[in-house]
C-alpha cells in the first residue's frame, strides 16, 4: 500500500454532498431547537432525535473521528440548549451526550472497517486479474514452446524420412552411371523411380499432415462406406491370410461427415490392421449408434501395441512398420478431430488392438 492509500484511510475523503448534508442539518437543527420554545418538549424530543442524522452521515464520510467530532458539537448545542435543573436532568443529558458520542464512534469505526474491506478486496481483485495476465502469458509461451518443439520434431522426423531414400538415390544413381551393362543399369534407374516416388508420397503426406483439407460435410451412407474399405483392401487381406468381418447395423441413417476424408481413414485403419498380421488373423469392421454418436470400431487380432508406447500412436512418424512413414494415423486423428469426433486405440484383452472413431450423428456444422 503507499503512503497516499495509507492517509486516505487514516482521513477518508469527504464528499461535498456529505459535507453540505452535515453542515445544513447541524445548522437546522440548531436553530430549530433554539427557535423552540421550551414549552413545547415534544418538538424538543423530535429534534434531539434528528442529531443522529448528521452524526451518522459524519462518521459514515468521516470515520471515527469525524463522527465523534460531529457527536461532539451535537452535545455541546444540546447541552447548552438545556441547562440542567436538578441531577436527574443531569443525568439524562449526560446520557443522551455519551449516546450521540457513541454512535458517531461506532459508525465511523464500522465505516472505516468496511472501507479497509472494500479496499483490500480491490487490491485483491486487481492482483488476481494481474496473476491471470501473467497466467494468460505464460500459457502463450508454452503454446509457442510447444509448437516450436512440435516444429523441431517434425522436421527431425522429416529429414530422417528422407534421408534413406536420397542415400538409396544417391548409390542406384552412381552406380547407374558407372555400369557399363544396360540391363544393370535400368535395374538402378527403377530403384531411382520407386525412391522417388517414396519421396513424393511422404512429402504429399507430409502436407496433408501440416495443412490439411477442410471437410465438405455431406450426407454419408455407412454401410456403403464399410463395404467399399472393406472391398478396397480384400485382395491383400487374402495374400496376408486374414479374414475381414463386416458387422454393421444397417439401420444407421446417413451421417453428415466428407466421405472421401472417412474412406481415407477407415482404410488406413484397416489397412493398419492387416499389414499388422503377416501370419494370418482377423480384422472386423463394426458401425453402431450410442446416443448421438456413430462408432466405428476396427479390431485385430493382431500383436497390439505395447503399453508404453500406446500413447505415442497418433505421434507423426511414429511407426513399427519398415517402410512406414509415421504420417497415416496422425492424419486420421486430424481429419476425425476436424468432424468433430474422436480417434483412440485400445489393446484387446486376449490381443491385438481396436481403432474407435466416434463421430456425433448430426455432424459438425458447416464452416
Avoid at 429534534?47 to 457527536?71: H, K, T
Avoid at 441547562?83 to 443529558?93: E, K, L, Y
Avoid at 486374414?242 to 439401420?251: A, K, M, S, Y
Wanted: net charge negative.
Amino acid at each position: 500500500m503507499t503512503h497516499a492509500d495509507e492517509k486516505a484511510h487514516k482521513f477518508p475523503r469527504i464528499t461535498s454532498w456529505s459535507f453540505l448534508a452535515i453542515a445544513v442539518t447541524l445548522t437546522l437543527n440548531t436553530l430549530a431547537l433554539y427557535l423552540t420554545p421550551d414549552e413545547s418538549e415534544h418538538w424538543h424530543y423530535v429534534i434531539q432525535r434528528v442529531f443522529y442524522f448528521p452524526i451518522i452521515v459524519a462518521g459514515l464520510s468521516l470515520g471515527w473521528r469525524g463522527g465523534a467530532i460531529v457527536a461532539a458539537l451535537s452535545s455541546t448545542v444540546y447541552l447548552l440548549r438545556h441547562p440542567t435543573v436538578g441531577p436527574f436532568d443531569w443525568i439524562d443529558q449526560c446520557l443522551e451526550a455519551t449516546m450521540f458520542c457513541l454512535v458517531g464512534v461506532l459508525t465511523g469505526v464500522l465505516s472505516e472497517r468496511e472501507r479497509k474491506q472494500r479496499e483490500s478486496l480491490r487490491r485483491t481483485a486487481t492482483r488476481l486479474e494481474e496473476v491471470y495476465r501473467e497466467l494468460q502469458d505464460n500459457v502463450e509461451h508454452l503454446k509457442r514452446a510447444a509448437r516450436m518443439t512440435a516444429l523441431g520434431h517434425l522436421s527431425a522426423g522429416l529429414a530422417h524420412e528422407i534421408r534413406n531414400p536420397l542415400a538409396s538415390i544417391e548409390g542406384a544413381a552412381y552406380v547407374a552411371q558407372t555400369e557399363p551393362d544396360p540391363t544393370r543399369a535400368a535395374e538402378f534407374l527403377e530403384i531411382i523411380r520407386k525412391e522417388t516416388a517414396r519421396l513424393n508420397g511422404l512429402v504429399t503426406q507430409f502436407l496433408e499432415f501440416a495443412r490439411p483439407r477442410p471437410p465438405e460435410m455431406i450426407p454419408m451412407d455407412v454401410p456403403a462406406l464399410a463395404d467399399s474399405v472393406l472391398n478396397l483392401i480384400r485382395q491383400l487381406a487374402t495374400q496376408n491370410n486374414v479374414t475381414l468381418r463386416r458387422v454393421v447395423d444397417e439401420t444407421i441413417a446417413p451421417v453428415r461427415c466428407d466421405p472421401e476424408q472417412m474412406k481415407q481413414v477407415l482404410l488406413n485403419l484397416v489397412l493398419n490392421s492387416v499389414q499388422a498380421m503377416p501370419r494370418g488373423g482377423e480384422v472386423s469392421v463394426s458401425a453402431e449408434k450410442t446416443e448421438n454418436m456413430l462408432l466405428l470400431r476396427v479390431k485385430d487380432t493382431g500383436p497390439g501395441i505395447p503399453a508404453e508406447r500406446v500413447d505415442e500412436v497418433f505421434d507423426p512418424f511414429f511407426t513399427t512398420k519398415q517402410n512406414g512413414t509415421g504420417l497415416g494415423l496422425p492424419i486420421a486423428y486430424q481429419i476425425v478431430e476436424q468432424h468433430g469426433g474422436t480417434l483412440a486405440v485400445e489393446n484387446n484383452a486376449p490381443g491385438g488392438c481396436s481403432f474407435v472413431i466416434r463421430l456425433p450423428l448430426d455432424g459438425k456444422e458447416d464452416a
